[in-house]
């Protein structure tokens, strides 16, 4: 489960790569967090390999921002 704020959320698998997600509603707009996939050649595949947590989040079928290693960074800003 992932809290935020006073809700909770029920984390699930994928059905293609059997990573972990969670679908939340921020601001009126569902969100999908997926866990990063280390088998890809990206750089945050990298760092997901090296033990480092990253989480892309996925909002209307686009790619709106990335969290590794504690850290955010929004896309297309």
């Known amino acids: 489960m992932v809290k935020l704020g006073e809700k909770t959320y029920p984390v699930t698998m ?36 090296s033990g480092k947590k990253v989480m892309q989040f996925i909002q209307e079928r686009k ?6 290693d504690g850290k955010v960074i929004l896309y297309g800003e």
């Open 63 to 68: 790619y709106v921002a990335v969290v590794a």
């Open 14 to 49: 994928s059905k293609a790569k059997r990573l972990r997600q969670a679908a939340f509603v921020f601001e009126g707009k569902t969100i999908v967090g997926i866990e990063q996939n280390p088998k890809t050649k990206s750089r945050w595949a990298m760092m997901a390999r």
